[in-house]
Structures are given as C-alpha cells and as structure tokens.
C-alpha cells in the first residue's frame, strides 16, 4: 500500500479508532464502498452537495446511483495538486480485527466522524 500517515488515534474500551492520510485511490474506495448508509449522509453533507448543486443537477441520495455520483464528488474533492488525490480514512478496531468506516477527501470530516464514533462508544 502507497504511504500512509495517522493523523489521529483514540483508543476506547471496545478498541482503537484512527484516521490516516493515505495516497491509495483503490485503498479509498475499498473504504468508502464499506460505507454504511449514515456514513454516505455524512460525506454527502459534509462535501455540501445540496448546496453546491440544484436538485436537477445531482440524484437524490437515495437512489443507487448517488453511490458514484459521491465517489465522483469525492474524487474531485480529494485532489491535492494536479493529479494526486489524498484521502482520510476512519478505522475502528476491535478485538484484533480492523474495520473501515468511512472515506473523506477532508481532515475536518474525517476527525469529526472519528469523534462521533468515539462519543458513540462512551
């Protein structure tokens, strides 16, 4: 796997979350397709879709094709400079096992989502 840094690690009494900088488009999309529906309105909102786009102009985000309407947004988000694209990704990991919860092109969105799933747990 490209380079990957952490940008932030709490552990909790069921386990570790982090969020890591990574360079890995297919390592990001592994992890955005683990996604679950809350985590796909948290992107969805924290990227500003219904602000940035008239109701014409994008899916709901209920229907199947929002899927790669986001990646899409995500990706455009996520370029750095050129062609490099950085993404932040938030693991959990319990019991020995790691599990990817959510993908952003943001630092913001991911520390947030991390910190919720940390309020969560307490």
């Given at each position: 796997?490209?380079?990957?840094?952490?940008?932030?690690?709490?552990?909790?009494?069921?386990?570790?979350?982090?969020?890591?900088?990574?360079?890995?488009?297919?390592y990001a999309r592994e992890a955005f397709a683990n996604m679950d529906?809350?985590?796909?309105?948290?992107?969805?909102?924290?990227?500003?879709?219904?602000?940035?786009?008239?109701?014409?102009?994008?899916?709901?985000?209920?229907?199947?094709?929002?899927e790669d309407f986001l990646w899409e947004e995500m990706l455009e988000?996520?370029?750095?400079?050129?062609?490099?694209?950085?993404?932040?990704?938030?693991?959990?990991?319990?019991?020995?096992?790691?599990?990817?919860?959510?993908?952003?092109?943001?630092?913001?969105?991911?520390?947030?989502?991390?910190?919720?799933?940390?309020?969560?747990?307490?």
């Amino acid at each position: 796997m490209p380079q990957q840094e952490v940008y932030f690690e709490q552990k909790t009494d069921k386990g570790t979350i982090e969020v890591l900088k990574t360079y890995d488009r297919q390592y990001a999309r592994e992890a955005f397709a683990n996604m679950d529906e809350s985590a796909q309105r948290y992107l969805w909102h924290s990227l500003g879709i219904d602000e940035n786009y008239d109701l014409d102009d994008r899916p709901s985000i209920d229907q199947p094709d929002s899927e790669d309407f986001l990646w899409e947004e995500m990706l455009e988000a996520a370029r750095e400079d050129g062609n490099v694209l950085s993404f932040f990704v938030v693991s959990q990991t319990q019991n020995g096992l790691s599990k990817d919860l959510y993908a952003s092109p943001d630092w913001p969105s991911a520390e947030a989502f991390a910190k919720s799933l940390i309020a969560a747990v307490h």
